[in-house]
């Protein structure tokens, strides 16, 4: 079984589908993950947990992706971030998109693609 | 059905209950927030529909979320039509639901796939006729699938396997499973051969209950490395068949976890005895020696009763039983041996660590990358980066197919050394072929820069190690990790 030094990913997105999809991709590689449905329950668990990448959607209700990480930067998580949106919801130049800390994917997922960035990024 | 298909569809069916409200509501009044929320929820079932492999509800659902969406931008007037298109839309998508649940007849699904593309076209020409600037709608192309692509690309390489992978029984989806092993394929090498076809990914039927995935695959790799690329959680078995060799072998490679991690054990437990007969002759028997013995046998026991299928490793089994028997009685008698007797003794360790070792390698522990002439340093990289580095103690880089190392390349494998290092990997080298002079003075002349362990074959490395205490610390500590997760 990979075990992946046992890093910790957290994969943030309202739909159960798309939380459970992403999770399991990565578990794959033998990840540690946790799951958050909306901004304000990833950024409770960011600051609990020690997670070392955020996967994350924007159009979330609650609070958005873009919201999230801008609280992230706030808080001081320096942590990589993979935004996984469909193409309409990320702008460069819409709110948020100045932020630059994260590497935009497009929905539906590329599995290997994910999986490459999270290596890449960890 | 799988849990992640039944989270779909529940959700789905809930998200569809709520857009139905909305439509009623915007049925007798209009509101943005409504339509907003309509939106929505068209958003996000286009989004898992595309990710559950449903492209007929992902594609209805756009074009519904394209319409909504000129709607809420006031690019077309939302009235009647857009409520009755939105109806149609949901109640395609509705029926589709069912049908992915319950699969009804091939007519059925034809009908549905005829409604939906009605819906499409008829919300299309709604919106060229009724928008108000020229904004195009954006229109998606539909993807070459992962499998033609795989198979379009020139078979290339000089070894063929077949492989077959078996998926654990409880893995909660299939399919992405797939996906990373072809990921996998067109990393390494190319696809000659895949028992599902690209339609198993776009998921016009649920062709559940596939848990195995047999493909024909051409690489320039070898068998051993192979297992590097395809240690996949969720993937229960891997079986590999060389096919460029001409017959098949008797006990053709098959790797499952469970066996694999019982031989990790065997091995520990035979490196660990080994050395107590490397003492100076004549033998005595030690309280130390009668304790490592008896840890032997605990762990060798405990390993032996996972195997579920005792037929395969019979002979195995057999073998080392015999060798146990001989150890015990040694110290039960408390008799001496000579130097002859110890060395006996010492073979027979030997023959069954290599059989043990034969079956991890590449797996567990230790893998070897056999680099060839051309691009040896870059493929080395990739293959380390696939490497499962804290289940990994050793990677040997066996040289027998070079005639030259450049200074480059050195360059580089000092730099891959020290990185694995850095992660509790260690790198040495196996030296053989008609070159081996040549290679042994390279790693000797830059022994100063930085050592690297050199031996002449796999089991002479690994019998050299299990004399170090570091080593021994270590694959503790691997093993207990592999082994209690």
């Known amino acids: ?83 996984v949106s469909t193409e309409e919801e990320y702008k460069p130049g819409c709110a948020g998109a100045e932020l630059g800390s994260g590497i935009h994917m497009v929905k539906p997922t590329d599995p290997g693609k994910l999986v490459a960035t999270i290596k890449m990024l960890l | 059905m799988d849990t992640m298909l039944e989270t779909y569809l529940e959700e789905t069916e809930e998200l569809m209950q709520r857009a139905e409200e909305c439509v009623i509501r915007l049925e007798m009044e209009y509101s943005a927030a409504d339509i907003n929320e309509l939106f929505r929820i068209a958003h996000t079932i286009k989004g898992s529909s595309h990710m559950a492999g449903f492209e007929d509800i992902g594609n209805l659902m756009h074009k519904m979320e394209d319409m909504l969406d000129y709607a809420r931008k006031d690019a077309i007037q939302f009235d009647q039509s857009v409520v009755s298109l939105c109806f149609q839309a949901l109640d395609t998508v509705k029926q589709m639901l069912g049908y992915k649940r319950d699969p009804g007849t091939p007519e059925d699904m034809s009908r549905l796939v005829d409604a939906a593309s009605r819906i499409d076209e008829m919300v299309g020409a709604f919106i060229r006729a009724n928008k108000k600037d020229e904004k195009k709608a954006v229109v998606q192309q539909p993807d070459t699938g992962i499998i033609s692509s795989l198979l379009n690309k020139k078979p290339k390489g000089k070894n063929r396997y077949y492989i077959t992978f078996f998926i654990e029984e409880d893995a909660p989806m299939v399919s992405p499973v797939f996906m990373m092993i072809l990921k996998s394929v067109g990393d390494i090498g190319s696809l000659v051969y895949s028992s599902v076809p690209d339609e198993y990914f776009s998921g016009g039927s649920v062709a559940d209950g596939v848990k195995t995935l047999e493909i024909i695959l051409d690489t320039d790799i070898d068998e051993v490395e192979l297992y590097t690329y395809f240690a996949i959680n969720y993937v229960d078995r891997i079986n590999v068949v060389d096919l460029s060799r001409s017959r098949l072998l008797e006990n053709d490679v098959y790797f499952n976890h469970t066996h694999s991690i019982s031989h990790v054990i065997i091995l520990k437990a035979l490196l660990k005895l080994y050395p107590l007969f490397l003492k100076a002759s004549p033998y005595e028997t030690t309280k130390e020696a009668l304790a490592v013995i008896q840890d032997f046998q605990r762990e060798a026991d405990r390993a032996f009763d996972r195997i579920e299928n005792h037929k395969r490793i019979d002979a195995f089994v057999q073998d080392f039983n015999q060798l146990n028997l001989l150890i015990t009685k040694i110290h039960q008698d408390n008799f001496g041996l000579d130097e002859r007797q110890c060395s006996n003794i010492r073979t027979q360790i030997a023959k069954l660590t ?75 080298v196996i030296v053989d072929g008609p070159y081996t002079r040549r290679i042994m003075n390279i790693f000797d002349s830059i022994g100063s820069l930085q050592e690297f362990k050199v031996y002449g074959n796999e089991l002479d490395a690994v019998l050299a190690m299990s004399q170090s205490e570091e080593f021994s610390h270590k694959l503790s500590r691997v093993v207990k990790e592999v082994y209690y997760e």
Not at chain 2, 364 to 371: E, S, V
């Open chain 2, 354 to 428: 290599e059989r043990a070792y034969a079956r991890i390698r590449g797996k567990y522990l230790f893998t070897t990358f056999k680099p060839e002439k051309d691009g040896f340093i870059n493929r080395l990289k990739t293959f380390v980066e696939f490497m499962d580095k804290p289940s990994t103690l050793m990677v040997f880089i066996d040289t027998r197919e070079l005639s030259i190392i450049r200074e480059k390349e050195i360059k580089e494998l000092i730099g891959i050394k020290r990185r694995l290092e850095a992660q509790d990997v260690e790198l040495a």
């Open chain 1, 1 to 83: 079984m990979k075990q992946n030094g046992k890093k910790k990913i957290l994969v943030v997105d309202d739909s159960e589908m798309v939380r459970n999809f992403h999770s399991y991709i990565i578990k794959m590689f033998g990840y540690q993950v946790g799951t958050a449905e909306n901004g304000a329950v990833a950024l409770e668990k960011l600051l609990a947990g020690d997670y070392q990448l955020l996967v994350t959607d924007i159009n979330m209700p609650k609070m958005d992706g873009y919201e999230l990480i801008r609280n992230v930067q706030e808080q001081g998580i320096h942590i990589p971030i993979i935004i």
